[in-house]
């Protein structure tokens, strides 16, 4: 089926895949193949550069699934003074209407992640929440500001050469090659984070929820990025009881760090099973 478009709140318009049938699962990935030198480069990193396409082939056979490359549409299409999460909730539900979607589930990982729990703080139509990558109470809203603003500063100095071999998971060896304005839409984002309590939010949620992460998964920035570190696997750890009483499944991946728990292989058991459950959930 050849991928349909949506508009979103910038006026910018995004190719929308749709595959197989049942209820509807939006996915926050890119459904397409990678060229070949980003996928290089991704593999350098220990990404998986197929995650969407996979993710696309494996749930279709049970699922309506909506896949839509969000992040490669900003990193594309900036919008550097526009990009609140209540933007973003109107951008993902501006998929899921073209796609026809009235009732959905949502998966994200990492910033997408959070992206999916601010749309179901604002939408009464999900039926599923699956968030990867990204810890839905203890979010670490201050660091990423911290590291977003580098980032911003980083690329307002100029584009800089990557120096000497890539080591996976040394996320202080980062050199930053995006835009001032790319990079700026994502200052705007946690910027309008600050003030967000997640514990206090959790109350609001009540569809079926799935958290997941790699146990190693804490993000250790360099001086250069204010010798900041991003914590996620660690409020799945220190608060899964509170959390599965809230109604979060919790599933702690191990050995994985951030990237590693992207990988399709490892996203796939936890969120396939899981699938189905949530659906047979009912309001």
Sequence with gaps: MPPIEARLHDGTTIPVHVAGSGRDVLLAVRPEPQDEATAASMRAWGADPDAGPTLVRALSPAFRVIAADYEGHRLAHPAPSTLTPANVAFDFLAIADAAGAERLAVYGYSWLAMAALQLALRTDRLWALAMGGFPPVDGPYGPMLAVTRAA???AASGPREPVGEIEPGDWSSVVV???EAQTAQFVTLYEALQ???D???????????LCFAGSEDRIEYGPGWGDTAVCIAEPLVSRRAELERAGWEVELLPGLDHTGAMRAEVVLPPLAAWLPRAAAVRP
């Design 195 to 197: 003030d967000f309590d």
């Design 152 to 154: 911003h500063a980083m």
């Design 199 to 209: 514990a206090v939010a959790q109350a609001a949620l009540r569809v079926p929820r």
């Design 177 to 179: 090659q995006t835009t």
